[in-house]
Structure formats: C-alpha cells, structure tokens
C-alpha cells in the first residue's frame, strides 16, 4: 500500500509539471503574440502617434469657426488623404452636412480597417468609406470630390508639389483643398517652467539637433516635418485661388494637478515613450536621419540622451514634483485654397 501511494504521488507530481511546463508554454507564446502584434502596430507608419493624445488636437469651437470660412456646408463629397485610423475625418463630422460621404485613403491596410471598425461603431459606415491607397496615385477619377484635405500627411512625402497635384486631380473645379501641416522645430522653443534655469547653450543645442534630424529626413527623400512654412508658396506656384493659412488656436497647456484627461493621457504617452526610449522617433531612425543631415557621428549620443532627458525623463520628475508648467505653443497651420473653375 504504501509502496502504492509512493507511486502515485510520483505521478500526480510529473503529471503537475507537464500541466505547469505547458502553461508556461502557452503563457510565453501569447506573450509573442502580444509583443508581436505591438511591435507590428508600432512599426507601421506614424503608429507612436496615434494614442489617446490625438483626440485632443483641436478645439471644437475652432473647428466650428474654420468650418464657416471653409463654407462646408456647401460640401457634399470629402477625401481625406493619409487618413491614418480616421481621427481628422471623424471630427469633421461634426461641421460637414448630415448627408456628406467621406472617404479615407491610407497606406496602411490596418488603419483602413481600424476607421472602418470605427466608422462602424459611429453609425457612420453608410457616409464614411476607407480603402487603401497611395497620394502619389489616388485611386479615384478626376474631379471627383467636392473637399480634399489631409492632417499631417506631407510632412511624411518625398515630393510635396507631386503629392499636392494629385490631390488637386481628384478635386473638383471650385473646390477646396485644406492642408493640415505643422512647423515641427517651434516645439523646442516652446519653453516650460523647467527651462528657466537651463542654460541657453543645452536649449539652442536641442534645436540645432532637431533641425539637423528635420534635415536629414528631407535629404533621404523621408519628408520635411516643418514643411507647414512651405505650403503657401507651393499652392501659388500651382495657380490654385483663394488660398488662406491659419493657425489652430490649440495649446498643449499643462499646470497642477494634472488631473483633465488631456494631460493624463499626455502623461501615459510620455511614460511609454520614456520607457522605450523614443524621442521624436526611435534611436535608430534619429541616427540615420542625424547623420545624413549632416550631423557629427561623435557626438550624436551626446544630443539624444539630452534630447530624450528635456522630452521624458525631465517632463516626468517636473510631473512627480508638481513644479512642471508650460502654456504649450506650437504651430499647426490650417492652409486651404480653391481649385479654378
């Protein structure tokens, strides 16, 4: 008996360890998957910018107010272009006729289905249609929309006059085209409570870092990520009429206690991107375009632990600490003009 139960014992015991050795198994194999399928999402084109952050871009009160020099009530047919997962065209809604169709075209297969599920979700999917497709050749006929607009698209292209005249093909005669673009530099010259005591060398030497970075990017044919300054004269030279720049009225103010949903989604961003070590874009990425904008190789490590320190690890501590402050400017510019008729 007791030789018996010896036995058994031995048994349940090996039969545990399968059971706990499997698990295990199962438990590392969601865990690729998982990391798989984050590391996918980031990979694909500006994911790191698609979180929480993005719903707080604009003020309602100043999209309502651009939609009246717009005139988008007279707007039957949108296309937005670099639609990513859908936030541009989702918060035009709310200044476009109830009986608008918008369509979304994105590089990206997985965003086009992510806005389609939101277009879904929204009870807009009998107005708001997404396919795949490039700005360098939009899938759609000549004149075919009565808008034609794009967020934060040709700070990403190789040839802006090219993409912008694609656009222009598939818009129609009279209609208007708005451009969303930034100056990307402005940001590090957007100052902080924090910044009253740095030295004036380690913030000038931040800007020159970034713009040696923005410049790269532009010599690899990556895009300008400040082109925002450009547009007008680009649309002038193409004869396009009307043409208006504004700038958004939206701060990303922060001040204690931290505690609107804005700035904690900010704070999780951060922590992320502190986490990963991810500046404006990843180490290797910043290197590359560094480099090619002519940057010293030597001292290039010198600039990103300064760079990542100022944007997270800094912005953290003055977060703990309570002493973090900032109105928050920065440069978005609303550009819109007229196709002749």
């Not at 939609?67 to 709310?94: E, I, M, N």
């Not at 929309?145 to 656009?167: A, G, R, W, Y």
């Not at 451009?179 to 030295?199: F, V």
Request: glycine share 6%; charged share 25%; aromatic share 12%.
């Amino acid at each position: 008996m007791l030789q018996f139960l010896v036995k058994w014992t031995i048994l349940l015991s090996l039969i545990n360890q399968i059971f706990i050795e499997n698990t295990n198994a199962m438990q590392a194999e969601e865990n690729f998957e998982i990391k798989k399928n984050s590391l996918k999402t980031e990979k694909l084109h500006s994911g790191k910018y698609f979180g929480k952050p993005r719903d707080y871009w604009w003020n309602p009160d100043f999209l309502q107010l651009m939609g009246k020099r717009w005139q988008t009530q007279q707007v039957k047919s949108v296309l937005d272009v670099g639609c990513g997962v859908g936030h541009w065209g989702f918060l035009l809604k709310d200044i476009l006729p109830k009986t608008t169709t918008l369509t979304g075209v994105d590089r990206e297969p997985e965003w086009i289905k992510t806005a389609q599920e939101r277009a879904q979700t929204e009870n807009l999917a009998h107005r708001y249609t997404y396919t795949v497709g490039d700005v360098n050749q939009l899938p759609f006929e000549d004149s075919s929309f009565d808008m034609v607009t794009c967020q934060t698209l040709l700070i990403h292209v190789s040839n802006v006059k090219n993409s912008v005249l694609e656009m222009c093909r598939v818009l129609k005669p009279g209609g208007i085209l708005v451009l969303i673009e930034p100056n990307n530099i402005g940001r590090t010259l957007s100052l902080s409570t924090l910044d009253m005591n740095t030295p004036m060398d380690d913030i000038l030497e931040i800007t020159r870092f970034q713009m040696l970075c923005e410049r790269g990017k532009q010599a690899l044919n990556e895009g300008y990520i400040s082109i925002g300054d450009q547009l007008p004269g680009y649309l002038a030279e193409m004869k396009l009429e009307e043409i208006q720049v504004f700038i958004s009225d939206k701060a990303k103010t922060f001040f204690p206690p931290y505690d609107s949903p804005e700035q904690e989604a900010i704070i999780q961003e951060i922590q992320e991107w502190s986490k990963k070590n991810f500046w404006i874009w990843d180490e290797s990425e910043t290197k590359r375009f560094y480099l090619a904008g002519g940057g010293d190789a030597s001292l290039f490590e010198y600039y990103w632990e300064k760079a990542l320190y100022r944007q997270n690890q800094r912005f953290l501590e003055g977060i703990e600490a309570h002493s973090y402050a900032t109105s928050g400017g920065k440069l978005t510019y609303c550009i819109s003009a007229r196709k002749s008729n």
